[in-house]
């Protein structure tokens, strides 16, 4: 079963806008919760991350919101560039039981920011 | 590059081949991971290592997958038997664990695309 969810496959935006990207997930015993961004060909690439102690963490132009009652977060890209273009994964950990800390991912959301 | 590297890049197989995979982790980390990847989906997680110990095994590592990482450093992941549906992307990540009262943060490879024909 997917416990991490990304609902939007693609999303397109204009250069300068906002980009946001949306996550749900299921397990209530998630404790953290990061974004990478991936470009074809290559693995993916660490953005930002957020403690469930927290709701919101923000680093430059991106902005990670947590809404734990709901099981949501988001990430916020301001102002949107070409270069941001890529597919956007969320993914969740859970404190371990027996040591490993495995993430679990979305399908993923392909954004285009439109120059 | 002090990054997570993965060889090679890409690999084409004839069914029932055996392929080995090998990744070399950012040089402090001691957590280990490997991923799969499909198209259209996120990474899968396969295994674990803590240092040199296999720690964690997926349901999706059949009998036909081997990891070892010797000495704790580098880790190859070994195929056997490759079936077409073993054709994916594998990916390689590692970490310095949960520090600072955070979470755990895995820095990725390259990945290696495994296409089996």
């Known amino acids: 079963d997917q416990q991490v969810k990304q609902n939007s496959p693609s999303l397109s935006v204009q250069e300068g806008r906002i980009s946001i990207l949306n996550c749900d997930y299921t397990n209530s015993m998630f404790d953290y919760f990061l974004w990478y961004k991936k470009y074809p060909a290559e693995g993916p690439t660490f953005l930002i991350s957020?403690?469930?102690?927290?709701d919101k963490n923000e680093d430059g132009r991106f902005t990670v919101f947590l809404n734990k009652s709901a099981k949501h977060l988001s990430l916020h890209i301001v102002p949107s560039q070409p270069g941001d273009s890529a597919v956007y994964f969320c993914?969740?950990?859970?404190?371990?039981?027996?040591?490993?800390?495995?993430?679990?991912f979305g399908t993923g959301t392909r954004l285009t920011v439109i120059p | 590059d002090t990054g997570v590297s993965q060889n090679p890049r890409h690999k084409i197989t004839k069914r029932g081949q055996n392929v080995t995979f090998r990744c070399d982790p950012i040089?402090?980390?001691?957590?280990l991971y490997w991923y799969r990847q499909t198209l259209g989906q996120g990474p899968e997680f396969l295994t674990y290592f803590q240092n040199e110990a296999q720690l964690e095994k997926s349901r999706l590592l059949s009998d036909r997958f081997s990891a070892e990482r010797p000495k704790g450093s580098f880790s190859t992941l070994e195929i056997q038997r490759t079936e077409q549906g073993d054709s994916a992307m594998y990916l390689c990540?590692?970490?310095?664990?949960?520090?600072?009262?955070?979470?755990?943060?895995?820095?990725f490879g390259p990945g290696t695309r495994l296409l089996v024909l």
């Open positions: 990540a590692s970490s310095l664990g949960r520090t600072g009262g955070l979470g755990e943060t895995q820095y």
């Open positions: 957020i403690s469930s102690i927290k």
């Open positions: 040089s402090e980390h001691n957590r």
């Open positions: 993914a969740a950990s859970a404190l371990p039981q027996t040591g490993a800390n495995n993430l679990f």
